[in-house]
């Protein structure tokens, strides 16, 4: 099974609505750079956790450009480079919550990483996780 992998144009699509809670401009990279790729498997998923805990969800990382990534010690082949991954806050729930939530989400598949401030969400084909 291949993931999908939307294109989008920050200024073009930005305010469009991807799910009932998230936006295109939400997965931005915070370089300001155009355009921005977004797996609609991922925002489901950001949707279902946001769902349940019903509490605001923020993306704190995106989509990511690779010169971006490469500012911010990101991986070398970094799941937010395509588009598949997003570090989270849910308001007023730990990041192992969240993760732990996620889990029912990707039990088979997916990355789940456990932060300090926040949890890592993706959609990889292979199961993954780790915490940091």
């Not at 992998?5 to 920050?10: G, Q």
């Not at 998230?22 to 797996?39: L, T, W, Y």
């Not at 991922?42 to 971006?68: D, K, M, N």
Request: some cysteine; charged content about 20%; hydrophobic content about 35%.
């Amino acid at each position: 099974m291949n993931v999908m992998i939307c294109p989008y144009s920050r200024v073009r699509d930005g305010a469009k609505q991807l799910t009932a809670n998230f936006k295109v401009r939400e997965f931005a990279c915070r370089d300001g750079s155009d355009p921005i790729f977004i797996s609609p498997a991922l925002t489901e998923v950001l949707q279902a956790i946001r769902s349940h805990f019903q509490q605001p969800v923020t993306v704190c990382s995106g989509y990511r450009t690779p010169g971006y990534n490469k500012k911010v010690d990101g991986a070398a082949y970094s799941q937010h480079l395509y588009g598949t991954a997003a570090d989270i806050q849910v308001k007023g729930v730990a990041p192992a919550a969240v993760a732990a939530f996620a889990e029912t989400l990707l039990p088979d598949s997916g990355g789940i990483g456990i932060y300090p401030t926040f949890t890592h969400i993706d959609v990889r084909e292979k199961r993954s996780r780790w915490k940091n």
